[in-house]
């Protein structure tokens, strides 16, 4: 399966973005979906993350800033970032959990700049 990211961009602080993760038609059944997000220099770090029921767990540099959600019939899951600041700057990084005839890995987007300005 692919993921398709998109929705990055330059904005000033304190202004929004919504990322958006298609993940493409295939065999593969898609679980848990996710952002990760990686600044210059900096570790991957987990971001947000969603179940197939709608059960979300964030990191806690973002709650009550971001929400994260999904629609299961597209296969997509959306990240609406708000009151963004200079440190959310990363590259984002969408992630899915994939099952094919039992076996579980991980699948990665290519990722999106997003470049918050002060």
Known sequence: VQLQASGGGL????????LSCAASRSSV???????????P???REL????????????A???KGRFTISRD???NTVYLQMNSLKPE???VYYCNADGNLSGWWRDYWGQGT?????S
């Open 11 to 18: 904005v000033q602080a304190g202004g929004s973005l919504r």
């Open 29 to 39: 059944s898609i679980g848990a979906m996710g952002w990760f997000r990686q600044a």
């Open 41 to 43: 220099g900096k570790q």
């Open 47 to 58: 971001v947000a993350r969603i179940g197939t029921s709608g059960t979300t767990n964030y």
């Open 60 to 62: 806690d540099f973002v």
């Open 72 to 74: 299961n019939a597209k």
């Open 88 to 90: 959310d700057t990363a």
């Open 113 to 117: 700049l997003v470049t918050v300005s």
